[in-house]
């Protein structure tokens, strides 16, 4: 636990105290688990006292939800903020996933916390996941979208309710991959987020060209 620095300075500002805690609670949560983690433990790392660590956040299960909060603000952020308007549908679909991969690789801890700790212990943890989840979703479901009024023909808009459902259900369908695509390439080491990335796409993205220009299988 060497990437926090314990640091014991009696002057602070709040904010800089407070983002030390957080880092020191990211960092132990992430790597030893939210049950096996101590307050002990993060205040320690922090270069704080434990009850300056509760005097800021009132208990544990109130400071792993605050982790929970910073790191999905950060890693959706990370992600639209990748995404240029202007790009084509594919380009901006890429730099959303190489993103999104290149955000997860380079905080682990925190990608630890998101999909591991908060989805395996129960409410509130996973309500704050599912947040953040749909965030992405609803941005991805964007894009699809948009990505089928550049593709398709006028006609394969017909049936414009069964549309929106699909690429609804294809957006989620993406955003499940690329959180198991995640966790995979962390546990595996040495896959790159351009390596992810372009293997989510070469999957995703020439079904969707397929189903934009109203291509679909059939089991008969």
């Known amino acids: 636990m060497g990437a926090v620095k314990s ?6 500002p709040r904010a800089v105290r407070e983002q030390q805690m957080m880092d020191a609670a990211v960092q132990t949560f992430g790597q030893r688990g939210y049950r096996a983690a101590s307050m002990d433990e993060i205040a320690e790392l922090a270069g704080v006292s434990k009850p300056l660590v509760y005097l800021y956040l009132n208990s544990k299960e109130e400071l792993f939800t605050a982790c929970i909060r910073r790191e999905a603000k950060a890693l959706t952020e990370a992600v639209q903020a990748a ?6 549908a594919d380009r901006q679909m890429w730099a959303g996933l190489e993103a999104f991969f290149r955000h997860t690789a380079e905080n682990p801890d925190g990608w ?3 999909h591991h700790q908060a989805c395996t212990h129960g409410e509130p943890f996973a309500a704050e996941v ?9 941005f991805v479901t964007g894009l699809i979208a948009a990505a089928a009024r550049q593709g398709v023909p006028p ?3 017909r049936d414009a309710e069964l549309a929106e459902r699909d690429v609804a259900g ?3 369908a993406l955003v499940g991959a690329a959180e198991s695509l995640a966790a995979w390439a962390n546990e595996t080491g040495g896959v790159s987020a351009k390596e992810s990335a372009g293997l989510l796409m070469n999957f ?13 299988w059939s089991p008969q």
């Open 112 to 114: 630890s916390v998101l």
């Open 155 to 157: 006609a394969a808009h």
């Open 170 to 172: 294809l957006a989620q």
């Open 204 to 216: 995703a993205w020439t079904g969707l060209d397929r189903l934009m220009r109203g291509e679909r």
């Open 83 to 88: 995404v240029e308007p202007g790009l084509s």
């Open 7 to 12: 640091v014991r300075a009696k002057r602070m």
């Open 130 to 138: 599912a947040k953040m989840r749909e965030e992405i979703a609803a």
